[in-house]
């Protein structure tokens, strides 16, 4: 069962633009993680940030989380056409183990 | 140090067969999760071993198994192959106690199964 749910579920804008993606789960996690999907091809992982942060960076990454609202964002910025792919959310629950749930995706298009 | 190999990369088959894949995770990792997208259902989690041993499964049939090796190579098995059964099969592998990274995970290419 998904966990994450991300909106939108395609997005599409200019070269330079900024891309924001949200995620939402459902129950109470240690982390959280960001993946990217290239069309067809395995996961790239891009950040994890845990239950107790609240933002992290990472070069032109940022995430966010809000466990009180259970969501969490993804923004991109100054966004390239090599960004054009699917993004995950991954959910680790608490006393979980080495499993990650994911949400269905935000499909990124970022047009030159 | 080399990623996560997946074999085959592209397998068809027919309906009522079945197939073996195999996933050789990152040198070092012990950890092997297989788990299958579809357009429909999205990334779903099929199971997970640690040395050797299954230590969580997801809600499939028992017509999908697995086993790991002790070099921690993974293969997982659909058995009387289904239609429904048509996906890219993920693996992923990540070292044990990775410290502040969590349980950050490696993805290899996949395999693409298509059932006809």
């Known amino acids: 069962s998904q966990q994450g749910e991300e909106d939108p579920q395609a997005l599409s804008i200019q070269e330079g633009e900024n891309a924001t993606m949200n995620c939402s789960y459902k129950?109470?996690?240690?982390?959280l993680q960001w993946y990217r999907q290239n069309s067809g091809r395995g996961l790239v992982h891009l950040i994890l940030i845990r239950s107790n942060e609240r933002e992290k960076h990472s070069g032109r990454l940022r995430v966010t989380l809000d466990t009180s609202k259970k969501s969490s964002s993804l923004l991109i910025t100054a966004s390239r056409a090599a960004d054009t792919a699917s993004y995950f959310c991954?959910?680790?629950?608490?006393?979980?183990?080495?499993?990650?749930?994911f949400g269905k995706g935000t499909k990124l298009t970022v047009n030159p | 140090k080399a990623g996560v190999t997946q074999t085959p990369r592209y397998l068809i088959k027919t309906r009522g067969q079945q197939v073996t894949l195999s996933c050789s995770p990152i040198s070092g990792h012990r950890s092997v999760s297989w788990y299958q997208q579809t357009p429909g259902q999205g990334l779903q989690f099929l199971f997970e071993?640690?040395?050797?041993?299954?230590?969580n499964k997801g809600n499939f049939p028992g017509r999908f198994s697995g086993r790991q090796f002790s070099n921690s190579r993974s293969e997982m098995n659909v058995s009387t192959l289904e239609l429904g059964d048509s996906a890219l099969y993920l693996c992923?592998?990540?070292?044990?106690?990775?410290?502040?990274?969590?349980?950050?995970?490696?993805f290899g290419p996949g395999t693409r199964l298509t059932v006809l």
């Open positions: 129950t109470s996690i240690n982390n």
């Open positions: 992923a592998s990540s070292p044990p106690g990775q410290g502040t990274k969590g349980n950050e995970q490696f």
């Open positions: 071993y640690f040395s050797e041993t299954q230590r």
């Open positions: 991954a959910t680790e629950t608490q006393g979980g183990s080495e499993k990650l749930v």
